[in-house]
């Protein structure tokens, strides 16, 4: 048997799962459309020849110790699902949301065709363990499969395997990371507050709301301001959420969190994996100053958070106290923020469909400890604006998750130029997420 390490992204997530609770990270979906013509023989063969592209998709544990993987060399099948009179699209949407939290195993993938009733495929369903995929991955395994099936030529990927080996962590690299977020986090303390804890935690659920705003303002008013600040997407968003935290709870100095991307090469970049890191970025909010200092910094941690980044997250909050205590502290609440930006609504990577929704609830929230979690996931696009709020907690957490998340879009709105003050900007502003028009 040749095993290698998980990774350190892969430690992170098993880490987070003990401390958040099983459930809170989902499988990664991706599909690929059938053209007319191509057969069931063919469709099988273009999933042999992506597991075998993609090797982490066939990795699975050795024995029963989370420490050690190796690759499976059995084959995948694909699992045939008749329409049985269905819409096409329905039936990938409800297959979706079957799979969405389901264990995979022995290989951490899994492939439904849908076929018409005479056998003819027409569209491919792959589920992906979190664990060896995150989005970006998602998006690659989506267009592979796609060329695939379509026979065009693809670039080489490389060995999960060798990337996992490759990965070992020099003692200075270690003592640099260590050093950057020991000064970075100083002074900070955990949120506290955010969700509010109103029934007991037997009794705590996974909430999630979806929204959808269409037309292109939004985007377009996004793109300016990434122009005016000289910033990504991600640092203005974030930077307008901190701001909106600070008007909530009038916290100034906070950790928000948000995976932070850890390909650093063009092999990995080609090569289906989950690749990300989870970090802290240090909000100081200054309510007389500029938003563009503010989103400036922002852009600043996340540059030297994509540079650092080697360390799993266990390692990381053991010898950055602040940290430590965002995650580890009862009462602590945990507030991650991300934000995607698209040229066009296609998109390999099926987790944020678009459409608006009520509260879904999608099982318990059973974290190790007296721990809330809260995801803010803003997607901006030329036709529309998508917004997925999900909250860990009591089941009415989701209510003031969903506040914020209105709030921060409605400070976002409220910007006149990039020269705006955190105390302009809140003021402009109701707490239910209204614009105020005085």
């Given at each position: 048997m040749d095993a290698f390490p998980l990774t350190?992204?892969?430690?992170?997530?098993?880490?987070?799962?003990?401390?958040?609770?099983?459930?809170?990270?989902?499988?990664?979906?991706?599909?690929?459309?059938?053209?007319?013509?191509?057969?069931?023989?063919?469709?099988?063969?273009?999933?042999?020849?992506?597991?075998?592209?993609?090797?982490?998709?066939?990795?699975?544990s050795v024995g029963p110790s989370p420490f050690l993987q190796t690759i499976s060399g059995e084959p995948v099948e694909a699992i045939?699902?008749?329409?049985?009179?269905?819409?096409?699209?329905?039936?990938?949407?409800?297959?979706?949301?079957?799979?969405?939290?389901?264990?995979?195993?022995?290989?951490?993938?899994?492939?439904d065709v849908i076929e018409e009733e005479s056998g003819n495929p027409l569209q491919v369903l792959g589920t992906v363990a979190h664990l060896v995929s995150d989005g970006y991955s998602g998006s690659l395994l989506g267009n592979d499969l796609s060329a695939l099936i379509e026979g065009r030529p693809l670039e080489s990927a490389g060995s999960f395997p060798d990337i996992?080996?490759?990965?070992?962590?020099?003692?200075?690299?270690?003592?640099?990371?260590?050093?950057?977020?020991?000064?970075?986090?100083?002074?900070?303390?955990?949120?506290?507050?955010?969700?509010?804890?109103t029934a007991p935690r037997s009794a705590w659920v996974r909430n999630q709301v979806d929204r959808e705003v269409p037309g292109g303002d939004d985007h377009r008013r996004l793109r300016a301001l990434v122009q005016a600040c000289g910033a990504t997407p991600f640092a203005v968003l974030a930077a307008v959420t901190a701001v909106a935290v600070w008007r909530r709870s009038g916290r100034s100095d906070f950790l928000l969190h948000t995976p932070v991307s850890t390909r650093r090469d063009a092999v990995q970049r080609a090569t289906a994996g989950n690749f990300v890191m989870d970090r802290p970025l240090t909000c100081r909010v200054d309510p007389a100053e500029p938003l563009s200092a503010l989103v400036g910094r922002v852009q600043s941690q996340v540059w030297r958070a994509a540079r650092y980044a080697r360390l799993?997250?266990?390692?990381?909050?053991?010898?950055?106290?602040?940290?430590?205590?965002?995650?580890?502290?009862?009462?602590?609440?945990?507030?991650?923020?991300?934000?995607?930006?698209?040229?066009?609504?296609?998109?390999?990577?099926?987790?944020?469909?678009?459409?608006?929704?009520?509260?879904?609830?999608?099982?318990?929230?059973?974290?190790?400890?007296?721990?809330?979690?809260?995801?803010?996931?803003?997607?901006?696009s030329e036709t529309r604006l998508f917004t997925r709020t999900f909250s860990g907690?009591?089941?009415?957490?989701?209510?003031?998750?969903?506040?914020?998340?209105?709030?921060?879009?409605?400070?976002?709105?409220?910007?006149?130029?990039?020269?705006?003050?955190?105390?302009?900007?809140?003021?402009?502003?109701?707490?239910s997420g209204t614009p105020n028009h005085r």
């Open positions: 350190a992204e892969q430690r992170s997530m098993l880490f987070l799962d003990g401390i958040f609770g099983p459930g809170i990270f989902h499988n990664v979906s991706f599909g690929a459309a059938v053209p007319e013509g191509v057969d069931r023989e063919a469709v099988q063969a273009a999933i042999a020849a992506l597991t075998s592209r993609h090797e982490g998709l066939l990795s699975r045939p699902r008749k329409l049985d009179g269905h819409d096409v699209e329905d039936e990938f949407d409800r297959l979706r949301s079957e799979l969405h939290n389901v264990h995979l195993t022995p290989a951490r993938v899994r492939f996992a080996r490759s990965r070992a962590v020099s003692d200075r690299e270690a003592a640099a990371e260590i050093a950057h977020w020991q000064r970075a986090a100083d002074g900070t303390s955990p949120l506290t507050g955010i969700l509010r804890r799993g997250v266990p390692e990381l909050l053991c010898a950055v106290p602040e940290y430590g205590a965002a995650l580890l502290e009862d009462g602590a609440d945990y507030l991650q923020v991300h934000v995607d930006v698209q040229s066009a609504d296609a998109t390999g990577v099926l987790s944020s469909p678009g459409g608006s929704t009520g509260v879904r609830t999608l099982g318990p929230f059973a974290p190790a400890h007296d721990l809330t979690v809260a995801t803010l996931r803003f997607r901006f907690g009591s089941p009415d957490a989701i209510r003031d998750a969903e506040e914020l998340c209105s709030e921060a879009m409605a400070i976002f709105r409220a910007i006149g130029q990039h020269t705006d003050t955190a105390k302009e900007l809140a003021g402009r502003v109701d707490r």
